[in-house]
């Protein structure tokens, strides 16, 4: 599903504007009856599959039931299609396209009616024959099938994890257990399906810069994100080929520097080309200078980027915490390494990522909600970053972390790019 609201980047004060889905009701059947939207169709692999309850509807936007699952429970189906829909209340649930061997019982059935289902090689057994000729009978065993993970032991590895970060055989679970478990690994590592459908095609996007003048900028945000997935996840597009858009907006009002959207992104117009943000008045040297960042307010103009840029001129709240730290760097590349951050940063929201409280991510964001509004995915509520003073912003160095990493491949895992 992808959020009415934008994912938003406020430098060290960012807060999240996404809509809020809460968990899907398991009584889906019920969303037949209400207005559904398909918002997301990926291509699987065809596995077998046996019902366990529901109905199968005869297509995405589930407006006709076709069948009760009921009946077939032991017909195999092979799943074509992953399908993700939105209710009419903002709920999202999975759907799979599946057929019968023969393709004459196929339909949508709600993804956790659904269990996978493997005949496996029949196991022959000779056993005596009673016929006193000396020959034997063969003798089939039942089928086995595979096993997805149970709920305890997942929840067992994600104890075992760092926080927030999918480590270890968190990443090496089969495609069964990712899809079974997929709201459990969204609500523990703060991810989420958020690029529209057709922002990635196999597995890659493609973007389209507006604006000469950032596509430096969003190169080396792709390089950073392409090399650290060791897999090209984002290139560069044309204005005819594309499928995602990256240029300026106007982000002074609702106090962003930059934003995804669900099928693009846009930077900031007006903090971009103002060279005094987001570290105040710097030197014109060639020469690194240390700025020093803190929530106390100064006089020197000094680190007053670090809040919301009013479209007035420059606003800090003093009563918002930040990670007291320093950064060093000649200051034209100070400036550059920010805005490549605050790119790598939205990019991070494409791939399904959703913020942090760690002020070294690239992901990090100082609080978990604003206005009360929950973002739509969050383990926790966090109203401060974590780090301890000192901690290097991830958006200012423009580095990931591993949690940033591991988060990003655990969302190829789950389908979501």
């Known amino acids: 599903m992808k959020q009415k609201r934008a994912i938003v980047t406020m430098v060290l004060a960012a807060v999240f504007s996404i809509g809020f889905f809460g968990n899907f009701s398991t009584t889906q059947d019920a969303a037949a009856k209400r207005t559904v939207k398909v918002v997301k169709v990926k291509k699987v692999a065809s596995k077998p599959y046996r019902a366990t309850k529901g109905y199968m509807y005869n297509s995405a936007k589930l407006t006709k039931k076709i069948h009760n699952l009921k009946n077939y429970k032991k017909t195999t189906f092979y799943s074509k299609k992953r399908v993700t829909v939105k209710t009419s209340k903002n709920k999202k649930a999975y759907y799979m396209y599946v057929a019968n061997k023969s393709n004459k019982i196929k339909g949508y059935v709600y993804s956790k009616y659904l269990k996978p289902y493997q005949p496996g090689k029949t196991t022959v057994v000779k056993t005596p024959s009673t016929s006193g000729s000396g020959s034997s009978t063969n003798t089939p065993t039942k089928p086995t099938e595979p096993t997805v993970i149970s709920k305890s032991d997942l929840e067992s590895l994600i104890a075992a994890s760092p926080d927030l970060d999918p480590t270890g055989q968190l990443l090496s679970l089969t495609s069964e257990d990712y899809q079974t478990y997929a709201s ?223 988060r990003a491949k655990l969302t190829k895992l789950l389908g979501y790019w």
């Open 184 to 406: 459990v690994f969204d609500k523990n590592f703060n991810v989420g399906d958020y690029a529209h459908k057709g922002v990635f095609n196999n597995d890659q996007a493609s973007i389209y810069v507006e604006s000469q003048q950032l596509v430096p900028y969003v190169q080396k945000a792709i390089d950073k994100w392409n090399s650290a997935l060791g897999t090209t996840a984002f290139t560069l597009g044309t204005r005819e080929n594309h499928s995602m858009v990256l240029g300026f907006g106007d982000g002074q009002i609702a106090g962003w520097d930059g934003v995804f959207y669900g099928s693009g992104i846009a930077v900031d117009y007006t903090s971009f080309h103002d060279h005094t943000y987001p570290y105040g008045r710097l030197p014109v040297s060639n020469e690194p200078i240390t700025i020093t960042l803190t929530s106390d307010d100064d006089s020197t103009g000094v680190g007053d980027g670090v809040a919301a840029h009013a479209a007035s001129g420059y606003h800090y709240d003093a009563d918002v915490h930040y990670v007291t730290t320093t950064i060093t760097g000649v200051p034209a590349d100070l400036l550059e390494t920010y805005w490549v951050g605050v790119i790598t940063h939205e990019l991070g929201h494409s791939l399904g990522l959703d913020h942090t409280p760690y002020f070294q991510d690239i992901m990090a964001a100082q609080s978990g909600t604003e206005n009360g509004q929950s973002q739509e995915n969050m383990k926790y509520d966090w109203t401060d970053y974590k780090d301890a003073n000192g901690t290097q912003g991830g958006t200012m160095t423009a580095k990931l972390t591993q949690r940033d990493i591991d």
